[in-house]
Antibody, heavy 121, light 108 residues
Framework: EGQLVQSGAEVKKAGESLKISCKGSGYSFSTYWIGWVRQMPGKGLEWMGIIFPGDSDTRYSPSFQDQVTISADKSINTAYLQWSSLKASDTAMYYC??????????????WGQGTVVTVSS | ETVMTQSPATLSVSPGETATLSCRASQSVRSTLAWYQQKPGQAPRLLIYGASYRATGVPARFSGSGSGTEFTLTISSLQSEDFAVYYCQQYYDWPPYTFGQGTKLEIK
């Protein structure tokens, strides 16, 4: 079925850069989309964007366009979420997730454990 | 962007009873609707996809229905482990895939 394992918790200061990762295993990483979801403290789930590791086709939610960069390295089965200049409002839990099929139009049945990002001002 | 609206925000139900959660889309998403369960400190878990199909390993007491703009998640014979937050999500209209704001199911 597959598994996604995310990098560990991060504590940063506003203005710093950050790149968190999501490593896939147990399936053909290059042929499934990987999405990123934000969950701010005590709040709901928000889609940030999605990438197809096979060709790095990337789609962003309008709310996150130009705020983050999503990338992938298929040679090491890893997707990334990156910030060039963090803000306190980026403090959140970030999840990566994979749909149940190779289609963009499918539910997400495999989730990473989440990465907590804390940004102090 | 398709807006997903869940109701109620909080639902109080006794164990053994049935919970009915609603989700409305601002435009038709056909049957491309999923339900997720999230417990504190855990990642979301897929329960229902295609509006009415249970994901692998999901107990039969969870059922989904609806199409177009109106959807329902029904949980019968509530167990203690079912008390959690539930999110609906459409995956028809991208970008973005939108979630509802969640319904917290709590013990009455």
């Amino acid at each position: 079925e597959g598994q996604l394992v995310q990098s560990g918790a991060e504590v940063k200061k506003a203005g710093e850069s950050l790149k968190i990762s999501c490593k896939g295993s147990g399936y053909s990483f290059s042929t499934y989309w990987i999405g990123w979801v934000r969950q701010m403290p005590g709040k709901g789930l928000e889609w940030m964007g999605i990438i197809f590791p096979g060709d790095s086709d990337t789609r962003y939610s309008p709310s996150f366009q130009d705020q983050v960069t999503i990338s992938a390295d298929k040679s090491i089965n890893t997707a990334y979420l990156q910030w060039s200049s963090l803000k306190a409002s980026d403090t959140a839990m970030y999840y990566c997730a994979r749909p149940s099929s190779a289609s963009l139009r499918d539910a997400f049945d495999v989730w990473g454990q989440g990465t907590v990002v804390t940004v102090s001002s | 962007e398709t807006v997903m609206t869940q109701s109620p925000a909080t639902l109080s139900v006794s164990p053994g009873e049935t919970a009915t959660l609603s989700c409305r889309a601002s435009q038709s998403v056909r049957s491309t609707l999923a339900w997720y369960q999230q417990k504190p400190g855990q990642a979301p878990r897929l329960l229902i996809y295609g509006a009415s199909y249970r994901a692998t390993g999901v107990p039969a007491r969870f059922s989904g229905s609806g199409s177009g703009t109106e959807f329902t998640l029904t949980i019968s014979s509530l167990q203690s482990e079912d008390f959690a937050v539930y999110y609906c999500q459409q995956y028809y209209d991208w970008p973005p895939y939108t979630f509802g704001q969640g319904t917290k199911l709590e013990i009455k």
